[in-house]
């Protein structure tokens, strides 16, 4: 697997490193760890070629390699492991386009990153780059909240509303996610209003033939609402991983245009992991 781990040399950075290193220790893997910066005034030069192509050094070039080579150092004296190889990536980029780029020349199966943590008046949960990766990022996006230590992963919830007929290749890192740690996996639907139409049908059956071989479960909340509905579930039920499908207007974004998180009472305690939804959404 190629992982992409990128860091702003935090605490919560190394938190989500060290989860990586822990969650995929059997497996053989690729780590990238990646920070980007921008120099703290724009110039024509960088504009044109980047740091190289400057004749003025920057500073930022330097902290962002040292962090980085510190970074490796205390990954392979913490988490000795034959099946894994390390490599750095320091990029004069916004993140998240950053993260597209590289996902795209190094074929990353997923990225593994900490949040920003909550703020002093925990009115948003997850930092601003955090979300912007969330939303634009073409890869899986896994995300471990702030002070959040490896368990293993027993059980995984996956809410879905059946209104798209889910890709193999989006499938591929949840059906991975399931098998790479025995773990029974939770199909969610919420019942708010109206019974299935036909073609949710279909795609809550082709799911299922998806699923074929995992230890799958099918379940249905009748009366609640999202997404109130998929946390109270969570933090009732044990889950060790909220999997969710970003698709545009899913209750994914629904979640995240609250704008106080007090209001539906939700704060991030599980990792979770967001992978796009392309498919064509039925009715």
Known sequence: MNILLPTDFSKNSWNAISYAMELFKNEKCNFFFLHTYTPSFYRMDYMLGGPLFSA???????ISLAGLEKTLEDVKKSYKNSKH????????????D????????????????????ATGAKEIFLGTNTVYVLRKAIAPVLVIPENYTFQKIQKILLPSDYLTNYKDNELSTAIKMVKMNKAK?????????YDLTAGQEENKMALYRRLDGLSTTLTELKGSLMPSAI?????KNEIDLLMMMNRKHSFFERIF???NVDQIGFHVKIPFLVIRDTARVVK
């Open 56 to 62: 003025i050094p920057d500073s930022g070039v330097d």
């Open 231 to 235: 946390l109270n579930y969570v933090q």
């Open 98 to 117: 950053e993260i597209n780029e590289v996902t795209i020349e190094k074929e990353i199966d997923i990225v593994v990153m900490g949040t920003q943590g």
């Open 185 to 193: 996996l939770i199909v969610l639907h919420v019942k708010e209003e």
């Open 257 to 259: 245009e609250k704008q």
């Open 85 to 96: 190889n390390y490599n750095i990536i320091s990029a004069f980029n916004t993140l998240t």
